[in-house]
């Protein structure tokens, strides 16, 4: 069921982005509350969580229910938006009026949900601004300050724009002729290819549409390459934009290429007006890296593949499943393809493509007779007939990509900074804080959340890389008491700590779940 990674993109994306909302409404809520006192709404969390767990039941998740379950999906997704953004947003506020904002002309505070300190340009109410922040913490930033300190701007001409990290060269289609990595002088795209190449692809399963997508529909591929429109609509010393604007049948996707000052990853950010039967949407960047192997995330670790079709169960697995990022790597230097809400790839030889979109008839009329028609207005027969919008970065490296920091960058690729306004005040609590951080790159918190049973909070953590380390996990609350547990959060045994730091120990790949009181 290979088509099941692609299938009713809307779902997939609202399924990613509420359970990230939900993580940061957790570590938020729990932050205002150890430090400012505010409750925890736990009842909206719980039963938001409980609404979100049961979209993902097979058939909704995969995209091959019947019309009708979606219809209730989407707007359960709506209500949640609403609801668990004003839980971050509330409890944000709350850390907002309790810091000290005096030093800062235009203060606003920058919350930063993961375990690592970060350092970007945000756009905040259209304007860039240099956001920083410590591990799982804030900092009271000046919107007014300068970005130089992020390295040099960004300049841009006919046909190129470079940030001295990445610099990117197009033709007169809009099509990506060269990337180039300055660190390492390597060139990314293969030799005499294009990157950010589009696809369409006849997609008629045998059987089962939703859930299948044949060997036979790789062979009917066209490329999109005619524009209607490349332009560079922003030229700025923090930001370069190129807009690239294609048509199809009866859909049109335009694209805006972007790359920002001090960014070590080439965004691009697309919005589709999707009106077709039976085709499938690929994107397509061939490769300047020679391995024989992709590595794919999936929940909790990552899997590596072959990247050749040597056997007949290679050949078999010419669709596979990635979550947040798929690197392809040699010793020296390799390239990672990132991406906010996009489940298949196909990798093969040098060549990574994504599934963009996907549009087959709903299961409905062989399931349920009258699924074609909703009370008084007719359902669409295809799936995914709407408007899109998705974002995929391309991010190249020295070495290895877990040594250069893949699993982090797509954290901070689908966990943005928030910027909250501030005004300028004398405060309780410090202008830049971290109340919960890791010192190990390898081990990323990935849970922060109320005890289900008694009190104390749980904090979930995994070993990302396939290695074995000791990690310490340090909180910036009063922590009386700490305890090791299963992923129930029984009890298994009491944890040493000591300045409100744990030492924990991870086997590959292991997950870790800590009791603190």
Known sequence: HRGTYTTHGAVKAGNRELERLLFE???????????????????????????????????????????????????????????????????????????????????????????????????????????????????????????????????????????GIIRVEWDGDGLLRSIVHHPTGREVVAEGAAANLLQLFDDEPADWDAWDIDAAALATGVDLTEAEVVELVEQHEDRATLLVARSFGRSRIEQRVRLARGSRRLEVHCEVDWHEDHKLLKVAFPLRVHTSVARHEIQFGHVDRPTHRNTSWDQARFETCAHTWVDLSEDSFGVALLNDSKYGHKVKGHTIDLNLLR????????????????????????????????????????????????????????????????????????????????????????TVKLAEQGDGLIVRAYETTGATVTAHVSAGIAVTGAEETDLLERSERAMDIADGTLPVDFRPFEIKTLRLR
């Open 25 to 163: 409404a957790e570590l938020w809520s729990l932050a205002a509350h150890r430090l400012t006192g505010a409750p925890v709404p736990a009842d909206v969390l719980d039963a938001s969580w409980k609404v979100l767990l049961l979209h993902q039941f097979h058939d909704i998740i995969p995209g091959s229910s019947i019309h009708w379950v979606y219809d209730d999906t989407l707007a359960d997704y709506d209500r949640l938006r609403t609801e668990v953004g004003a839980v971050r947003d509330v409890a944000l506020g709350a850390l907002a009026e309790h810091v000290d904002a005096g030093g800062a002309t235009r203060p606003a505070l920058v919350a930063n949900g993961l375990p690592f300190a970060r350092d970007e340009l945000v756009d905040h109410d259209g304007t860039l601004v240099r956001a920083t922040a410590p591990a799982c913490g804030w900092e009271v930033v000046d919107l007014d300050r300068p970005v130089d300190e992020l390295g040099p701007p960004v300049t841009s001409g006919h046909g190129w724009m470079d940030n």
């Open 359 to 446: 549009s087959v008839p709903y299961p409905g009329p062989r399931l349920v007779a009258d699924d074609a028609v909703a009370p008084g207005e007719p359902h669409p027969a295809y799936t995914d007939q709407a408007d899109h919008a998705f974002r995929y970065a391309l991010y190249p490296h020295a070495g290895d990509g877990l040594d250069a920091g893949v699993v982090r960058t797509a954290y901070e690729f689908n966990i943005p900074l928030q910027v909250v306004d501030a005004t300028s005040h004398a405060g309780t609590m410090p202008p830049v804080e971290s109340w919960l951080a890791v010192d190990r790159p390898e081990v990323v918190i990935e």
